[in-house]
């Protein structure tokens, strides 16, 4: 059982977190989650993760409705549920499993989000693995950020590319693939119609 001081730490400690975040959305994602024993306490600091989860929200509703996606792990977040969990997580991972699961990724059997104008999405996680792919084989990204569908349209899909590929300007490309290979394992299955990653990594 934690003493009464190091409780106060730990309060402090996530408060401050939520408040430091402002509106970055992936530091946001990080301070709830951590945050979320605040649910528990009643008073001020519970009323600032409750703050910090409607903010977040309405940053996650801000970046859909400008042609973005948003990660299962974020919308539960926002939510004050838990994210769920993949089942391919490791306790480890291994940058040398890049070349393998990059090669395969685009081919899982990712869901499908309906934007304006009949265009469709994947989750924000094909996003981030693509990006990561990018980064750690070519560096930053210094190409024009697409604005027009070949059939006319926004171009949701070449803006979420290039959006999650800008994001990371200045990552190393080993540390680029070890993320990937980390989100790869760890994203939700909710984002797959199917999830064979087993069969890949097997």
Known sequence: MQSGNNMASDIGGAVAALQAAGEDIDALITAVGKA????????????????????????????????????????????????????????????????????VYEGLKWRMISKPGGATV????????????????????????????????????????????AALKGLASEEAKLRFVKLFYEFPPSALYSDTRGGVTA
């Not at 948003?70 to 939510?79: C, E, L, R």
């Open 36 to 103: 979320k024993f605040l649910d528990e306490i009643p008073g001020e600091d519970r009323q600032k993760l409750r703050a910090a989860r409607t903010k977040l929200r309405k940053l996650l509703a801000a970046r859909e409705a400008g042609g973005g996606t948003v990660s299962a792990g974020a919308a539960a977040a926002a939510a004050g549920v838990p994210a769920e969990k993949s089942p391919h997580m490791k306790t480890s991972y291994d940058a040398v499993e890049f070349d393998t699961l990059a090669d």
């Open 122 to 165: 994947k989750p924000d996680d094909f996003y981030r693995l693509y990006a990561l792919q990018q980064q750690a084989s070519q560096g930053d990204n210094t190409t024009e950020r697409p604005m027009w569908a070949e059939k006319g349209g926004l171009d949701f899909e070449g803006r979420a590319r290039w959006d999650a590929w």
